[in-house]
């Protein structure tokens, strides 16, 4: 029985999976039954005790925009004055401009007390994972960010959240003509795992 891992398209979505900043993509929409799909795909990430504490807020369309807006004002009127940039409003303002989508990543926390934050918010990250290979499967190009007012109370309020929940970042998804950079590691692999 041959168990090496030949060049699968799982093996190759996740060795191809590029973060590709919303200012490198170009404006063309995906449809809303595609992004339905990778939110499905999502659906599908472990969790423990099957609290499945992923959830996320899709903008698409003119609700893009409208969040970027939003963001932006909430920098504005959160923001102390000796500590506020101009040009960082205006970046949050125009963020989206050429993202099709931006899907809020949001960790509700389960009703299960003894299952750990930290397992909540990992469960999260597996399901953002799984839509980021299903993106690069399918040539969208993704970036999760966390910039900007992302782990301020008021975007977790904005966003509806509870107190124990939270807001983990924004992933953006669009498309691009850039051509995608090699991939690569700064650390050997040797380097971050030992045989006991």
Same mark, same amino acid.
């Given at each position: 029985?041959?168990?090496? +891992?030949?060049? @699968? =398209?799982? #093996?190759?979505? +996740? ?7 919303? @200012? ?19 659906? %599908? ?14 903008? =698409? ?36 401009? $050429?993202?099709?989508? +931006? ?10 007390? /003894?299952?750990?934050?930290? #397992? ?8 953002? #994972?799984?839509?980021? $290979?299903?993106? @690069? !499967? $399918?040539? +969208? !190009?993704? &970036? %999760? ?10 975007? /977790? ?10 807001? $983990? ?5 669009? &498309?691009?003509? #850039? ?7 700064? /650390? ?6 030992? %045989?006991?």
């Amino acid at each position: 029985m041959d168990t090496t +891992i030949s060049a @699968t =398209s799982v #093996e190759q979505a +996740i060795t191809s999976r590029r973060s590709v900043k919303p @200012t490198s993509m170009n404006g063309r929409k995906i449809a809303d039954e595609t992004v339905q799909q990778l939110l499905q795909l999502a659906d %599908w990430a472990p969790t423990h005790g099957y609290t499945e504490p992923w959830y996320f807020t899709i903008y =698409s369309g003119e609700k893009v925009p409208g969040f970027c807006a939003d963001h932006a004002e909430m920098y504005r009127q959160h923001t102390p004055a000796d500590k506020y940039v101009p040009g960082n409003y205006d970046k949050m303002k125009s963020q989206g401009d $050429l993202a099709s989508h +931006i899907v809020a990543i949001c960790m509700k926390r389960g009703s299960n007390p /003894k299952i750990p934050v930290i #397992e909540e918010v990992a469960a999260v990250a597996c399901a953002v #994972e799984n839509m980021w $290979l299903g993106a @690069t !499967a $399918l040539n +969208i !190009a993704g &970036y %999760w960010g966390s910039g900007g007012m992302t782990f301020h109370p008021a975007m /977790k309020e904005y966003l509806g959240l509870g107190e124990e929940d939270q807001v $983990l970042g924004f992933f953006y998804l669009g &498309y691009t003509d #850039e051509p995608l950079s090699a991939g690569r590691r700064v /650390k050997p692999l040797g380097d971050k795992f030992k %045989w006991a």
